[in-house]
């Protein structure tokens, strides 16, 4: 009975051990599964953790970059307080300027007022001055009027004393010898005087009561020109029938002594500084120069000294006036200058001519524009070749003048 009661015992122990057993392994479990919680709580709550730490510095970021926009917008503010300050200071400028262009305005108002009275004092004077003046205009009329009629009777006595030209057609008489034609006259041989002369008449084509007024202002001129290699002028007639123009009979031309055989050098610089004299005594005329316009071959005339042939300018006393009457015959423009067509001339015009003569001269070639360049190369004297370049300078203020040409120290001509 003690052997079972203690086997019993011992069951009862063994269960309670099993049970204690048991209960251990589930308190083991229970102890295992709340630390496998507590463990899962450890690590969600270090995850929590980390976000918490992140989304702090994410705060701290956000703050340092609102910081960093409060204060860019603080400067902003205070450039815009700046700005704020000086449109307030320009704003009350602008008024300032508002209230003193007013005062302008109503100082020129006020101004205005009075110069429309002052106006309307001086329109009062001017009517007043203007009756007063027609008045006196009258009176000016009629004294115009009589300083007119005594100017006219003053002239035609100056015209009647000072024609000492005038020739009478009756004393003139012409032969049927006709010593050259050309685009405005003829010229015949006549005898005036006693004397053999040359006798230029002037075609109808030109004539009018205007060109006759201008040929006997030109005669009065030719009639004060007095050199040694001038054509001599003679006279003229004035009368209602074709003009005659009266001068002294020379042998030939130096168009035609060309035409016939080549210059010696020595009658080429004698006649071409006979007619530079004659050229330059033109320009050197006071009050004012002529200027002759148509220098050429045709109008150097010849007369014999012994061996030597002399020239003499012809037809400076009808230069001018055949500049203002008709257009320049083709024969002339092969001598021209380049400014012989317009209104700017001077007694350059004459200097370039002298040139293209003294070049004809030396080449016995008459000129020919389209070929000045290659003419002036023909030209074999080197001095004459230089003097002639100087003359044919487009400037004409390049161009020297007959004076310095007589006066060249190589005696070019």
Sequence with gaps: MEIQQRE??????????????????????EMQQRQQNSQRRLTETQRQHENLQRQLQEMTQREENSQKQLRVMQQREGNLQTRLRETQRQQENVQRQLQEVTQREENSQRQLREMQQRLENS???????????????????????????????????????SCDWVISRDEIQITNKC?????????YEGVYCG????????????????????????????????????????????????PLFVTELMEKSLRALLEQRQLAEV?????????????????????????????????VLLWRQGDQWRGKVSDYGTANFM?????????????????????NQTVK???????????????????????????????????????VRRCLQTDPEARATMQE????PSRAV
């Design 123 to 161: 329109q009062q004077q001017v009517s007043t001055l203007e009756r007063q003046l027609r008045g006196k205009d009258q009176e000016v009329n009629e004294l115009e009027l009589s300083l007119s009629l005594a100017q006219q009777t003053i002239s035609e006595q100056q015209q009647q004393q």
């Design 8 to 29: 019993e015992n011992l069951q009862r122990q063994l269960q309670e051990m099993h049970l204690r057993e048991e209960n251990s392994q589930r308190q083991m479990r």
């Design 349 to 387: 015009v004459d200097v370039y001519s002298f040139g293209v003569l003294l070049c004809e001269m030396c080449i016995r070639q008459l000129p020919d524009p389209r070929r000045r360049e290659q003419q002036v190369l023909l030209m074999t004297n080197r001095a004459l070749r230089g003097l």
């Design 195 to 242: 004397c053999t002369v040359a006798v230029k008449q002037i075609h109808d084509l030109i004539l009018s009561p205007h060109n006759i007024l201008l040929f006997e202002r030109e005669m009065n001129i030719a009639s004060k020109c007095r050199h040694p290699h001038l054509l001599q002028f003679i006279g003229a007639t004035n009368d209602e029938g074709n």
């Design 267 to 299: 009658e080429i610089r004698v006649i071409s500084l006979d007619v530079a004299r004659a050229i330059n005594y033109l320009h050197q005329k006071k009050p004012e120069p002529i200027i002759h316009r148509d220098i050429s071959s045709a109008n």
């Design 323 to 343: 500049q203002q009457t008709m257009t320049v015959a083709s024969g002339a423009m092969i001598y021209s200058a380049p400014e012989a067509l317009t209104s």
């Design 179 to 187: 010593l050259g034609r050309g685009g405005w006259a003829s010229v």
């Design 405 to 408: 040409i007589i006066d060249e």
